[in-house]
């Protein structure tokens, strides 16, 4: 019975009793390791920035204009160097006569005839390049002579919080979780646990998804403005990058914070369900502080934070139902509507809605 006794005031209680200095004195080498850490992370990020910054490129080389017209787009290279992507109008589409294909490569290369040199054009048939064409072809640069420090250091700032990141969380555990009691304790480390993975599962998702797709509309929006598109600052492209991934992964850990409120007790189903209306303007305002601001990236952050929050609260509903195999059934059944809706979504913007009607009815 004592023991018993024993083990549940064990279990109340939280760790070790400090005085509020000692807190400040945990608190300023907490502090101190952090910095540390992400020091030495910048430093190894800053070594190895022309490799860090070649990965940041690679959604780019990822994103697909789409043109207004169906008229044939034609992308000139010169050996590996890229001249130029031109939609040609329908007379010059007729003269040239170059390929059935909208999207067509043609290498420039030098012809000598007799003593005379000049430049010839083929097409190049090479898928690789045919498929090139569909890319979107920005060219990233600087536009000061300290641009180039500046884009070290951003890419050594970002790169050294993902490096230092589990240290500066271990430091910061390490400071929390002596306060906290063992039940406690238990739901933080399963949160732990499923936020690790559900932030590197929004960072992925974010870098190989909507990463390409927020590009290639960002460059429709500016097409459509009638602005050039085909060169950005190399700054405000890696800032405009690393946001989105770090606030994707950031809002990504949406569902482990409510559903641990629910299993402590502190909030239950029918809470979240008045809430809706609320984290939609609290999503809204998140995709706006935790990106670049501007509409685009705000709403394409917001859509899967607020499928995210709605996950959350059919899970809730879950926990909250005596019969549970029936639950599960209506909670397929959901899933089921839902990932049809994203696969219908997915193909209209990737190969336009009257295109997907069509092989729809073949």
Same mark, same amino acid.
């Given at each position: 019975?004592?023991?018993?006794?024993?083990?549940?005031?064990?279990?109340?209680?939280?760790?070790?009793?400090?005085?509020?200095?000692?807190?400040?004195?945990?608190?300023?080498?907490?502090?101190?390791?952090?910095?540390? !850490?992400?020091?030495?992370? %910048? $430093? #190894?990020?800053?070594?190895?920035?022309? &490799?860090? *910054?070649?990965?940041?490129?690679? +959604?780019?080389?990822?994103?697909?204009?789409?043109?207004?017209?169906?008229?044939?787009?034609?992308?000139?290279?010169?050996?590996?160097?890229?001249?130029?992507?031109?939609?040609?109008?329908?007379?010059?589409?007729?003269?040239?006569?170059?390929?059935?294909?909208?999207?067509?490569?043609?290498?420039?290369?030098?012809?000598?005839?007799?003593?005379?040199?000049?430049?010839?054009?083929?097409?190049?048939?090479?898928?690789?390049?045919?498929?090139?064409?569909?890319?979107?072809?920005?060219?990233?640069?600087?536009?000061?002579?300290?641009?180039?420090?500046?884009?070290?250091?951003?890419? !050594?700032?970002?790169?050294? %919080? $993902? #490096?230092?990141?589990?240290?500066?969380? &271990?430091? *910061?555990?390490?400071?929390?979780? +002596?306060?906290?009691?063992?039940?406690?304790?238990?739901?933080?480390?399963?949160?732990?646990?499923?936020?690790?993975?559900?932030?590197?599962?929004?960072?992925?998702?974010?870098?190989?998804?909507?990463?390409?797709?927020?590009?290639?509309?960002?460059?429709?929006?500016?097409?459509?403005?009638?602005?050039?598109?085909?060169?950005?600052?190399?700054?405000?492209?890696?800032?405009?990058?690393?946001?989105?991934?770090?606030?994707?992964?950031?809002?990504?850990?949406?569902?482990?914070?409510?559903?641990?409120?629910?299993?402590?007790?502190?909030?239950?189903?029918?809470?979240?369900?008045? !809430?809706?209306?609320?984290?939609? $303007?609290?999503?809204?305002?998140?995709?706006?502080?935790?990106?670049?601001?501007?509409?685009?990236?705000?709403?394409?952050?917001?859509?899967?934070?607020?499928?995210?929050?709605?996950?959350?609260?059919?899970?809730?509903?879950?926990?909250?139902?005596?019969?549970?195999?029936?639950?599960?059934?209506?909670?397929?059944?959901?899933?089921?509507?839902?990932?049809?809706?994203?696969?219908?979504?997915?193909?209209?913007?990737?190969?336009?809605?009257?295109?997907?009607?069509?092989?729809?009815?073949?």
């Amino acid at each position: 019975m004592a023991d018993d006794q024993e083990r549940l005031d064990e279990e109340q209680e939280g760790g070790p009793v400090k005085s509020f200095l000692d807190h400040l004195e945990d608190l300023r080498w907490v502090l101190i390791k952090s910095a540390a !850490a992400l020091a030495v992370a %910048m $430093v #190894l990020c800053l070594c190895g920035a022309n &490799y860090v *910054i070649k990965v940041i490129k690679w +959604p780019l080389s990822q994103a697909r204009v789409h043109y207004p017209a169906k008229n044939q787009v034609v992308t000139v290279n010169f050996g590996d160097v890229h001249l130029g992507t031109y939609q040609l109008n329908p007379d010059q589409q007729k003269a040239l006569a170059l390929s059935t294909n909208r999207f067509v490569a043609i290498q420039i290369a030098p012809a000598t005839v007799g003593t005379n040199q000049f430049f010839s054009w083929r097409v190049d048939t090479n898928s690789a390049a045919q498929e090139q064409a569909e890319r979107a072809q920005i060219e990233l640069i600087n536009l000061s002579p300290a641009g180039g420090f500046v884009v070290a250091f951003q890419t !050594a700032f970002y790169g050294g %919080m $993902v #490096l230092a990141g589990p240290f500066i969380f &271990y430091f *910061i555990a390490s400071f929390v979780f +002596p306060a906290l009691k063992i039940t406690e304790r238990k739901y933080v480390f399963r949160a732990i646990f499923y936020g690790g993975g559900l932030f590197v599962g929004g960072v992925v998702f974010c870098y190989f998804v909507l990463m390409p797709v927020a590009l290639s509309a960002s460059q429709m929006y500016s097409e459509w403005l009638g602005l050039g598109a085909y060169q950005w600052k190399a700054e405000d492209y890696i800032s405009f990058v690393c946001k989105f991934m770090l606030g994707m992964g950031l809002g990504f850990e949406l569902p482990v914070v409510i559903l641990t409120l629910v299993k402590i007790g502190i909030i239950d189903y029918a809470t979240l369900k008045k !809430a809706r209306r609320y984290m939609i $303007v609290i999503n809204l305002v998140l995709g706006a502080v935790l990106t670049t601001p501007e509409v685009i990236t705000q709403v394409t952050m917001f859509v899967p934070l607020q499928c995210l929050y709605e996950l959350s609260v059919w899970v809730a509903w879950y926990w909250d139902q005596p019969d549970r195999a029936k639950a599960r059934r209506r909670l397929i059944a959901v899933l089921c509507w839902i990932i049809a809706i994203c696969v219908a979504l997915w193909l209209g913007f990737q190969y336009g809605y009257p295109w997907a009607w069509q092989h729809w009815h073949r």
